[in-house]
T-cell receptor, first 117, second 105 residues
């Protein structure tokens, strides 16, 4: 079974530029997550989709970050404009389903390392 | 909000059991506890999860306290490949900084 795919693996941009990341979850997984992991910290959930609807985006900086999951399959995360503090690894994960109790497991992709200069 | 706390780091000798603790005193009675680990330059990897009773799988065992305020991840026989950062998380998906496990050959 293929895992969660992400691209690109690395990206270097200048501040105020825009960038987009792509994620293809495991086939059949209804739930998709985007996390931000700053060096030395644990992953922080940015947004969670159930099929193509948003379950939680409370920690997404909506003035500059946006995400979509068209047709309930793959997803893109965009940053516009980027700031220096956005330098981090952006992780995508998927799970077969979601419930409020957390009785599911997540499968993570390798991440995209973003450097903003 | 539910929150988990873990020691920043632990060391263990190779081929010995490892017990990684986690406190989650504010977790609700119906929410699962999950454990993930992250090797350098990789995304987190699912290890195990449970609700009330002890759980076992091919990777580890999870012992959950009767009052559910804490749990312990047990690696029965540590190998060098188990060196990673281990995260205990609740249903709110808050990872924290985890426990960095070092395995001594």
């Amino acid at each position: 079974e293929a895992g969660v795919a992400q691209s690109p693996r690395y990206k270097i941009i200048e501040k105020r530029q825009s960038v987009a990341f792509w994620c293809n979850p495991i086939s059949g997984h209804a739930t998709l997550y985007w996390y931000q992991q700053i060096l030395g910290q644990g992953p922080k959930l940015l947004i969670q989709f159930q099929n193509n609807g948003v379950v939680d985006d409370s920690q997404l900086p909506k003035d500059r970050f946006s995400a979509e999951r068209l047709k309930g399959v793959d997803s893109t995360l965009k940053i516009q404009p980027a700031k220096l503090e956005d330098s981090a690894v952006y992780l995508c994960a998927s799970s077969p389903y979601w419930d409020s109790q957390g009785s599911y497991e997540q499968y993570f992709g390798p991440g995209t390392r973003l450097t903003v200069t | 909000d539910a929150k988990t706390t873990q020691p920043n780091s632990m060391e263990s000798n190779e081929e010995e059991p490892v017990h990684l603790p986690c406190n989650h005193s504010t977790i609700s009675g119906t929410d699962y506890i999950h454990w993930y680990r992250q090797l350098p330059s990789q995304g987190p990897e699912y290890v195990i999860h449970g609700l009330t009773s002890n759980v076992n799988n091919r990777m580890a065992s999870l012992a959950i306290a009767e009052d559910r305020k804490s749990s312990t991840l047990i690696l029965h026989r540590a190998t060098l490949r188990d060196a990673a950062v281990y995260y205990c998380i609740d249903e709110k998906l808050t990872f924290g900084t985890g426990t960095r496990l070092t395995i001594i050959p």
